[in-house]
């Protein structure tokens, strides 16, 4: 006999959710995880009523889980779906495909920065470069910036990404161990502005993990696209997460534990740091720490090359 879900009793159970001692059925999932996103969203306060959300949307499965998650939590919030186009053959319009289907499913505006439009420079290009070992950096670097452009450019103030708990774990571990201590005070489920033209970052999905989000798409009917980025090196971070799965295996909550101490150690740390303040960057008004700032910097290097052949 199959178990039978631990919420509604009547249905058979198909998710364990060990760390909540939870069985749970198709439909108490569902209920489960968009219960956890408004939880989340409140503990932190992560946004007001009368604000408008800008969801960063990529076409993967986390972004979408986020968005639909987040639609049926927040049922009368003002919602708008971002996405950048950073133009990898085969693979960024596939993307952009899958965050349209996407919005229009959940019934929200999608507003589109097409990087070649926009600079006539793809992220394929920079692989002729020296950033060809840092495409990953790099892309980070155009994606922060882009999506503060859109935002911008939509009028919304709240920006929250799909960054997962496992995800963030792994950043965390990452910059814990080679002393990043100013990227891991940046780690945080809201992020305040660096200047007031710009948004506040949110991560509603900072207490669940990517597997929820894969059976959340997949048993809601969410689309999105499973092909991976080209470009991502996916097996080193794989190699940093199996740790935390071995961690985990005789305490579920490992993971709920690890998050809170990093929090804990991030607030000390934010405390006894002074971070260098940023100033606006010469070309675009962004923040920067010596003039010009990521983005430009490597934009006028990728722009050179190519006109260099
Ligand atoms: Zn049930
Ligand atoms: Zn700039």
């Known amino acids: 006999m199959p178990r039978k879900c631990s919420r509604c009793g009547s249905e058979d159970a198909e998710v364990n959710l060990p760390y909540a001692r939870l069985s749970l059925c198709r439909d108490c999932f569902l209920e489960y995880y968009v219960g956890r996103i408004k939880r989340t969203v409140e ?3 992560m946004f007001h009523e009368d604000e408008t959300v800008g969801v960063a949307v990529s076409g993967g499965k986390d972004s979408a889980a986020l968005l639909h998650g ?3 939590a927040f049922p009368n919030q003002k919602i708008v ?3 950048v186009n950073l133009g ?4 960024s319009d596939r993307c952009q495909e899958e965050a349209e289907r996407l919005a229009d499913l959940v019934g929200v505006d999608i507003h589109i920065l097409d990087l070649k439009r926009e ?3 793809s992220l394929s290009d920079f692989r002729r470069t020296v950033f060809k070992k840092k495409i990953c950096s790099v892309c980070g670097t155009i994606k922060r910036h882009s999506f503060e452009e859109i935002a911008r450019r939509a009028g919304v103030k709240v920006l929250a990404t799909g960054h997962n708990m496992d995800d963030m ?17 940046r780690l945080k489920p809201v992020l305040p502005p660096l200047f007031s ?3 506040r970052k949110v991560k509603p999905l900072i207490r669940t993990s990517g597997r929820e989000n894969l059976l959340y798409c997949l048993y809601a009917g969410v689309p999105f696209t499973e092909i991976e980025c080209p470009y991502s090196r996916g097996a080193k971070a794989k190699e940093k997460l199996k740790i935390l799965e071995t961690l985990s295996m005789n305490n579920p909550n490992f993971k709920y534990q690890a998050l809170d101490a990093f929090l804990e150690i991030s607030k000390i740390l934010e405390e006894k740091i002074r971070l260098q303040e940023a100033t606006p960057c010469v070309k675009c008004g962004f923040p920067s720490l010596n003039g010009v700032c990521a983005y430009c910097k490597r934009m006028a290097y990728v722009k050179e090359a190519l006109s260099n052949g």
Do not use: D, G
């Open 70 to 72: 987040l639609r049926r």
């Open 169 to 185: 774990l792994s950043f965390m571990l990452n910059s814990f161990f080679t002393k990043q201590w100013t990227q891991l005070i």
């Open 81 to 83: 779906a971002l996405h």
């Open 43 to 45: 503990k932190y306060r």
């Open 119 to 121: 600079e006539n420079v």
């Open 88 to 91: 990898i053959p085969e693979y």
């Open 197 to 199: 033209w710009m948004t």
